[in-house]
């Protein structure tokens, strides 16, 4: 089983950053791929970024050129540096991880961003 817990939500203004972190323990030896997926009220849960353990990246269109996802793994953590926020980046983002094609989820983190 994998367990992953999400920080560093939280409040923003437009234009404003945060960073997000996710932290996986249990068995974390066969991850392949870790990233941030988000839902925001009333719409269906997106995929917002991913990466692999060799650093292979991918970002939804909505979020390039502002968001940065990236991986430490020694720490088994994921980072999402989310630059230049919109009041449409305001969701619940969730942390995934895949493990021998099992999708493992984290409890999510709020992300607000004000106008």
């Known amino acids: 089983q994998v367990r992953l817990v999400e920080s560093g939500g939280g409040l923003a203004q437009a234009g404003g950053s945060l960073r997000l972190s996710c932290a996986a323990s249990?068995?974390?030896?066969?991850?392949?791929?870790m990233g941030w997926y988000r839902q925001a009220p009333g719409r269906q849960r997106e995929s917002v970024a991913h990466?692999?353990?060799?650093?292979?990246?991918n970002y939804a269109d909505s979020v390039k050129g502002r968001f940065t996802i990236s991986g430490d793994n020694v720490k088994n953590t994921v980072y999402l540096q989310m630059n230049g926020l919109k009041p449409e980046d305001t969701a619940v983002y969730y942390c995934?991880?895949?493990?021998?094609?099992?999708?493992?989820w984290g409890q999510g983190t709020q992300v607000t961003v004000s106008s």
């Open positions: 990466i692999t353990r060799v650093g292979t990246t």
């Open positions: 995934n991880a895949i493990k021998a094609g099992t999708n493992y």
């Open positions: 249990g068995s974390v030896f066969s991850i392949q791929r």
